[in-house]
Each structure stands twice: as C-alpha cells, then as structure tokens.
T-cell receptor, first 115, second 112 residues
Framework: DGGITQSPKYLFRKEGQNVTLSCEQN?????MYWYRQDPGQGLRLIYY???????QKGDIAEGYSVSREKKESFPLTVTSAQKNPTAFYLC??????????????FGEGSRLTVL | GEDVEQSLFLSVREGDSSVINCTYT??????LYWYKQEPGAGLQLLTY?????DMKQDQRLTVLLNKKDKHLSLRIADTQTGDSAIYFC????????????FGSGTQLTVLP
C-alpha cells in the first residue's frame, strides 16, 4: 500500500547529540513537509520541500536541517543547537496536482525525547 | 499572519452529536480543513470546504462555514467511541504550500 513511513517511532537522545529522523514516501508526491507537535499546540512547520534538491525554511527551522536528494526521501536532522527538541515530529506529503493545498498525507510520527 | 483558534476539550455521550468549533482570522483563507489524530498517530484528513461554500456534508460529518464571522464547525452525528481523537482545524489561502495554519486541536472524548 502507498503511504508515508517514519522511523524510528520512538527515539531517546542525550543532550548535545544530533539525531536524524527518517521519512520515506511511495506516493510519488513532489512536496514533503516536516512539522513539530507539542501538547496543546497546533502543528508548526519546520521545513518543506516542493521538489528534489530544493527545500525552504518553515516557521521554526532553527536547530534543524533537512535534505532532499531523492523524491521519496526527506530526512530531518535535529541538531544540538535545537534548544527544546523533545516533541512529536510529523512528516507529510502532497502532490499539489488537482488537490487543495492543504490535503496532506501524514506519517505515523516520531517521538523524540531528550534525556 | 493567520491565527486559528479551537477549544481544547469536548466530551459527549455515545450516540449524541458532537460539534467542534474553530475561528480563523484571515478572511482571505480559501480552503478550510478538518483533520483527525488518533493517539500516537499522524493526522488524517477528514474533510475540507472551499470558502465559496456554506456547508458540506459527508456521511456523519457536516461542515458549516460562516465567512462573515470567520467561524468553522464540524458536526459529527451519532458519535461513537471510535470518534474519540484530537480534531484539528486548518486554514490556508491559495498560493504557497507553506501557508497552512493549524489550530491547537480539540480533544474529543466520547463517554459510553
């Protein structure tokens, strides 16, 4: 079945370490997104990519980095510069063709806890 | 920028109707969405409405849009325990993929 796969589902990190969250999609979507979710808050956009080899900062990009070397993959690195990295991270995609801009397909999420 | 507001919690009895409300600030919002998130999972699109519509019905779901008051609601008829989840309202205006703003989500609890 087509969909978005995020891994790992749970991740623990010590302070000062970088970690990379994986996001893979087999929906053939051009656009991919990373969101951060904190309890009682809406989703906040970290980075997005509308095409391979191109990506743009979202509202809270500081302390994060991404790459988009392949259409199906959009990994997110949470660096040691991110002050408060403990959160639930969601990857999403859409193809933007014949769809409203906000019709996003989401992965199951990755929960990062900094110890 | 756009601001989308929702109440945080709603409890209903099984079989009753649920109404989840949302307000937004940007009158140029073209598309308005409702997403559902079950515990520990990603979001799933339930339905959306264009700004030129007042109402959209899809089985047990009814979306009402009041553009004058910038108010959106989602009604779930015959609410079941499986409807317990967080419901997010989101708004966007056409153009940049970046311009999608989510509300904080409403935790719906369905009591037996």
């Amino acid at each position: 079945d087509g969909g978005i796969t995020q891994s790992p589902k749970y991740l623990f990190r010590k302070e000062g370490q970088n970690v990379t969250l994986s996001c893979e999609q087999n929906l053939n979507h051009d656009a991919m997104y990373w969101y951060r979710q904190d309890p009682g808050q809406g989703l906040r956009l970290i980075y997005y990519s509308q095409i391979v080899n191109d990506f743009q900062k979202g509202d809270i990009a500081e302390g994060y980095s991404v790459s988009r070397e392949k259409k199906e993959s959009f990994p997110l690195t949470v660096t040691s510069a991110q002050k408060n990295p403990t959160a639930f991270y969601l990857c999403a995609s859409n193809d933007r063709v014949g769809r409203a801009i906000g019709e996003l397909f989401f992965g199951e999420g990755s929960r990062l806890t900094v110890l | 920028g756009e601001d989308v507001e929702q109440s945080l919690f709603l409890s209903v009895r099984e079989g009753d109707s649920s109404v989840i409300n949302c307000t937004y600030t940007d009158s140029s919002s073209t598309y308005l969405y409702w997403y559902k998130q079950e515990p520990g999972a990603g979001l799933q699109l339930l339905t959306y409405i264009f700004s030129n519509m007042d109402m959209k019905q899809d089985q047990r779901l009814t979306v009402l849009l009041n553009k004058k008051d910038k108010h959106l609601s989602l009604r779930i008829a015959d609410t079941q325990t499986g409807d317990s989840a967080i419901y997010f309202c989101a708004a966007s205006y056409s153009g940049s993929a970046r311009q999608l703003t989510f509300g904080s989500g409403t935790q719906l609890t369905v009591l037996p």
